[in-house]
């Protein structure tokens, strides 16, 4: 295949994707997405120039982002096309639209560096991450992970750049500078991510002293953003600005205070899930959750929440969801069967991964560290009644992490079996299988 013919290809596969998106944007209520009032009153005090009114635990940055693209909606507004809330909105779409884009791109380049050979898999790993429910949920709202997706890509592009190159342009070692400042100044996982970056390197690169001096920087910019944000917002950078679980009586949630084991974190049953598929059923399952969510929408705050009838799930949403987590359920664990593979090929390989293919076990600690992030937040506020800790949503740039080894294991899987024409058959149906999600028309 001509290097003309892959860019065509690629930009046929964003064409659609960006299409599908579009549509579900523009037809999301973004009144309903969750944590609506957290996200949004940030970004509705900095348009008016309230700063002294801003209230958020999350870095500042992004809610400035999102109020640049104020330039594009206002005129709406002024005009009297929109309404003050749809002016709003639209700002949120156009800048989830340019977030999407970029990440779309980024993606995109990472997965050429690491698989140069195979036009196919180069491809594969955007395909598989813009199909996740979670990615392309987040999109639809307003969310510091977004912001943190695209800069997450960006510092893992430009970590491989480092491995390869022994060293980087000074123009791209400001620009992972800023990467690495702005994913760990917005959310504590993103500070777990900076964290995980530098330990990476600390290993893996040779000139250690340079990578001191650049997580310095990175620390130390971050610190005095602290205190930046600190003076402007009500609360401080990583405090949970109010009881999630609403209605419970502060002190009373976390898995200790209500007596219960960590088992919840162990419990799975295929069959419960498929029977009990709906918001909240399954509290007592974080691997029954998050597998029905990966391809799905079991808290139904995705595709369909313009069903809702003020907020609340009405019929035609509960049938529609039901069948689309049982769908997710399915391929969940195809998923969940193939990552147990790659972990265990890896193992088995570990001396060849060590050598020629270590920012595999970046990928990986990402993907675990983002899982224990989950696990630390259930343990410290889960209520049964409306548990509502196993968000995807929280460790979305994890999620995507953990695509790159499983590519990295098909592909070898691929050459053992000589490019059979059955196994790419078997990749593409679960491909389009995985775009259910997405499609709005069959509801």
């Not at 307003?142 to 893992?156: G, K, Q």
């Not at 960590?262 to 998050?290: E, G, H, K, P, V």
């Not at 600690?365 to 968000?391: D, H, P, R």
Request: hydrophobic share 50%; glycine share 4%; charged share 15%.
């Amino acid at each position: 295949m001509t290097s003309i013919k892959k860019s065509n290809l690629i930009i046929l596969i964003y064409f659609f994707f960006i299409t599908v998106y579009l549509y579900n944007s523009f037809n999301y209520d973004l009144k309903f997405q969750h944590d609506a009032q957290l996200h949004n009153y940030p970004i509705f005090h900095i348009l008016n120039l309230d700063f002294n009114k801003i209230e958020t635990p999350y870095g500042l940055i992004y809610y400035f982002f999102v109020s640049f693209f104020s330039i594009f909606s206002y005129p709406f507004y002024k005009l009297q096309i929109l309404e003050p809330r749809e002016s709003f909105y639209l700002m949120v779409r156009i800048s989830n639209f340019f977030l999407y884009t970029l990440s779309f791109v980024y993606s995109y380049k990472i997965s050429k560096k690491l698989f140069k050979k195979n036009v196919f898999i180069s491809i594969l790993p955007t395909i598989l991450i813009f199909s996740l429910a979670p990615v392309h949920r987040t999109f639809l709202m307003a969310r510091p992970e977004n912001i943190i997706i695209l800069f997450v890509l960006i510092s893992i592009y430009l970590l491989i750049k480092l491995l390869e190159d022994k060293n980087l342009s000074t123009k791209n070692y400001i620009i992972l500078l800023f990467s690495l400042f702005l994913v760990g100044s917005i959310k504590l996982n993103g500070f777990i991510y900076v964290l995980c970056f530098f330990g990476f390197l600390l290993f893996f690169y040779e000139k250690n002293i340079q990578i001191f001096k650049i997580s310095l920087l990175v620390f130390i910019s971050i610190y005095l953003y602290y205190y930046i944000h600190n003076n402007i917002s009500l609360l401080t950078v990583y405090d949970r600005p109010y009881n999630i679980n609403e209605g419970i009586e502060l002190g009373t949630t976390g898995l200790f205070n209500l007596g219960k084991d960590l088992s919840i974190f162990l419990n799975f049953s295929f069959f419960d899930a498929w029977q009990n598929n709906f918001r909240y059923s399954q509290s007592d399952s974080m691997l029954n959750t998050l597998l029905l969510d990966l391809y799905g929408d079991y808290y139904g705050y995705g595709i369909f929440n313009y069903l809702k009838d003020d907020g609340s799930f009405t019929h035609k949403l509960k049938i529609c969801l039901i069948e689309l987590n049982r769908v997710s359920l399915f391929l969940s664990t195809i998923f969940l069967t193939f990552f147990i593979l790659t972990i265990f090929y890896l193992l088995f390989n570990i001396k060849i991964v060590l050598k020629n293919e270590c920012i595999l076990l970046f990928f990986l600690g990402i993907f675990f560290a983002g899982i224990m992030v989950l696990i630390l937040l259930t343990i410290n506020e889960y209520a049964e009644s409306i548990n509502s800790t196993y968000k995807w949503e929280y460790i979305s740039f994890s999620l995507i992490a953990i695509i790159y080894p499983i590519t990295y294991y098909l592909n070898k899987i691929f050459i053992r079996f000589n490019n059979n024409k059955i196994l790419y058959l078997a990749l593409m149906l679960f491909i389009i299988a995985s775009q259910y999600q997405m499609m709005p028309f069959r509801c």
